[in-house]
């Protein structure tokens, strides 16, 4: 979860069918046929952990997971793996093959 939506005034909600979270603020609620209406969130992890842009949801009964569950750890990441190839990855192309194309070109001028 992004550090920025972690919030001790906030319940959170997850859609375990779309794969989501939805987060529920305190924020600009208003009332519409005695439904109180607030500020929510969704956060997709699958996705990069893409938020959406705040939209008015129903301040009702929904599952509330804890919110010592949620962490901003960077190695609870679901992505982590892909992220670790894709550095490898870098490492290779952008240190080691101009190492040694640079140990080639000038190798034989450094050997004492």
Same mark, same amino acid.
């Given at each position: 979860?992004?550090?920025?939506?972690? $919030? @001790?005034?906030w319940?959170?909600?997850? $859609?375990?069918d &779309?794969?989501?979270f /939805?987060?529920?603020?305190? @924020? @600009? %609620?208003y009332?519409?046929?005695?439904?109180?209406?607030?500020? %929510?969130? +969704? /956060?997709?992890?699958?996705m *990069?952990?893409?938020?959406?842009n705040? !939209?008015?949801?129903?301040?009702? @009964?929904?599952?509330s997971?804890n +919110?010592n *569950?949620?962490?901003? &750890?960077?190695?609870?990441?679901?992505?982590?793996d892909?992220?670790?190839?894709? !550095?490898?990855?870098?490492c290779? !192309?952008?240190?080691?093959?101009? !190492?040694?194309?640079?140990?080639?070109?000038f190798?034989?001028?450094? +050997? /004492?």
């Amino acid at each position: 979860m992004p550090q920025n939506m972690i $919030n @001790n005034n906030w319940s959170y909600e997850i $859609n375990a069918d &779309d794969n989501y979270f /939805v987060i529920h603020t305190r @924020n @600009n %609620c208003y009332y519409n046929y005695n439904t109180e209406y607030c500020d %929510c969130y +969704k /956060v997709y992890p699958n996705m *990069d952990y893409i938020t959406t842009n705040a !939209f008015a949801c129903y301040n009702g @009964n929904y599952a509330s997971i804890n +919110k010592n *569950d949620l962490t901003s &750890d960077y190695w609870y990441r679901i992505d982590l793996d892909k992220i670790l190839i894709i !550095f490898a990855i870098l490492c290779i !192309f952008g240190i080691i093959i101009p !190492f040694k194309i640079i140990s080639r070109i000038f190798g034989r001028w450094l +050997k /004492v």
